[in-house]
């Protein structure tokens, strides 16, 4: 068989890959390797370095909603919301250790009133980058979706009132810094880096899974209208791969007595990542179906953006913090 034709065949297979998986893989993998290096060494160099790292992650997530909101003329005070992540996540690492939830849960009654505040007034500050962002944005927004979309309204020039303003500013507080403070909040115990591997790796492990159960065994539709590619079968192969992946962060890190009396953790954390890291992917769906936009962002090829990556960990970080924190972890 000659080169050229080994060539073709091997293009036809990896396209049979994409169309099947939704996106490009070979730059998904590749995206995936760099994130996960970037974060093992962040962690290897210090927590702290970790830490800042998350806080840009959740700001460019802000500056994704930012825009993906104002494609259908909503504002979000985005100021306000990346002072308000800096806030939250720091002041949560920085607390001292028995007053990291009583810190978080005194800040963010203070961000929300903030943030609904400027949220009601009109700033134009960004306006122009923004202007360019949402241009791009549109023009790489699907036409079936735009036509769907809950805002596609037939009267030109209808503007979003100030109410409509505020409510989605404080979903943006709810589901960027207060989520991501979840992330900080285990980080400083006895074990930060296994807790950054239960809260960042297992949820990707169980898009891995749900991935690849989904590509390879996926019949039966998990939930066709809000997303076509989910099934049921995926979301069995992310509860497999998340479980696998919990158990072998716990073989590693805790001894023999802490794995006799709590043998339940992995396979509760399988079960639960799972099924939360699928909700959450279907609800950052259904929030793109909503607003008739593909991607969140455009920023990890073959991912879309932080927030079309981050989506099931965001969702999962609170279980986990729960699950830790009853298994005296």
């Not at 104002?70 to 504002?75: E, L, P, Q, S, W």
């Not at 007053?99 to 007034?121: K, Q, T």
Request: proline letters at 4%; hydrophobic letters at 55%.
């Amino acid at each position: 068989m000659s080169t050229s034709k080994r060539r073709e065949e091997a293009e036809e297979a990896i396209d049979s890959i994409n169309r099947r998986a939704g996106r490009n893989m070979p730059q998904a993998i590749a995206t995936g390797a760099v994130l996960v290096a970037l974060i093992l060494a962040s962690l290897l160099i210090n927590v702290d370095v970790f830490v800042v790292l998350v806080v840009v992650f959740v700001m460019i997530a802000v500056w994704e909603l930012r825009v993906d909101f104002a494609t259908v003329g909503i504002r979000i005070p985005v100021l306000a919301l990346w002072a308000s992540a800096i806030v939250m996540l720091l002041g949560t690492y920085f607390a001292p250790g028995g007053h990291r939830v009583v810190f978080m849960g005194a800040a963010m009654p203070m961000v929300l009133i903030v943030v609904a505040l400027c949220g009601s007034l009109r700033f134009t500050m960004l306006h122009q980058r923004v202007s360019m962002a949402v241009a791009s944005k549109l023009s790489n927004a699907d036409a079936a979706m735009r036509e769907f979309s809950s805002f596609n309204d037939p009267h030109d020039g209808l503007e979003v009132s100030r109410l409509t303003n505020v409510a989605v500013s404080l979903f943006t507080a709810m589901y960027a810094p207060f989520l991501a403070s979840f992330i900080i909040l285990p980080i400083g115990g006895e074990h930060p880096v296994a807790h950054a591997f239960f809260l960042l790796f297992i949820p990707s492990l169980g898009d891995v899974g749900g991935l690849l159960f989904g590509a390879w065994l996926g019949r039966h539709k998990l939930s066709p209208r809000i997303s076509p590619k989910k099934s049921v079968e995926g979301l069995l192969g992310s509860m497999l791969f998340c479980f696998l992946g919990a158990l072998v962060i716990f073989l590693c890190t805790y001894d023999r007595a802490t794995w006799a009396s709590r043998w339940w953790v992995p396979l509760l954390m399988g079960v639960l990542i799972g099924v939360i890291g699928t909700f959450g992917d279907l609800c950052a769906s259904m929030l793109k179906r909503d607003l008739g936009i593909k991607d969140m962002g455009h920023v990890l090829k073959g991912h879309g953006g932080v927030l079309d990556r981050a989506d099931s960990i965001l969702m999962s970080a609170p279980f986990i913090c729960i699950v830790l924190l009853a298994a005296g972890l």
